[in-house]
């Protein structure tokens, strides 16, 4: 499913990252249960210079924003890896608030996120 994706894939890159030892600390959570998330994809990490990352605006003070597994799962459902879904949730799109789907989905256009990603599928 890489149709969708940019030509420069650098275009499609959350602007900060954490290792799952910071989501750990940062949601003060033991570092099995953040690898439990990522399985059960209530959040998506990906590998950058040879280390699992996850994008930092994902990750809020209580946990991952709150219809991301949703989305995840819809993205996965419709055959994207998550590198595709990555670069999916990063796209730039000047019809989304923010720009992109993963900074509209931080906003209240989470329902409007959720049916694109549904779309995906058919």
Same mark, same amino acid.
Request: glycine share 8%; hydrophobic share 40%; aromatic share 4%.
């Given at each position: 499913?890489?149709?969708?994706?940019?030509?420069?894939?650098?275009?499609?890159?959350?602007? /900060? +990252?954490?290792?799952?030892?910071?989501?750990?600390?940062?949601?003060?959570?033991?570092?099995?249960?953040?690898? =439990?998330?990522?399985?059960?994809?209530?959040?998506?990490?990906?590998?950058?210079?040879?280390?699992?990352?996850?994008?930092?605006?994902?990750? /809020?003070?209580?946990?991952?924003?709150?219809?991301?597994? /949703?989305?995840?799962?819809?993205?996965?459902?419709? /055959? %994207?890896?998550?590198?595709?879904?990555?670069? +999916?949730? %990063?796209?730039?799109?000047?019809?989304?608030?923010?720009?992109?789907?993963?900074?509209?989905?931080?906003?209240? =256009?989470?329902?409007?996120?959720?049916?694109?990603? =549904?779309?995906?599928?058919?």
């Amino acid at each position: 499913m890489t149709d969708s994706a940019p030509a420069d894939d650098h275009a499609a890159e959350p602007a /900060g +990252w954490l290792t799952l030892p910071e989501v750990a600390e940062h949601l003060d959570l033991p570092i099995s249960k953040v690898h =439990q998330m990522i399985r059960e994809r209530e959040l998506i990490a990906v590998r950058r210079d040879g280390i699992r990352r996850v994008p930092a605006d994902l990750v /809020g003070d209580q946990g991952t924003l709150k219809h991301l597994p /949703g989305v995840l799962n819809l993205l996965a459902d419709a /055959g %994207y890896d998550d590198e595709e879904s990555l670069r +999916w949730l %990063y796209l730039p799109d000047d019809s989304l608030p923010g720009g992109t789907a993963a900074a509209a989905l931080a906003g209240d =256009q989470a329902r409007e996120i959720k049916r694109r990603a =549904q779309a995906l599928g058919f």
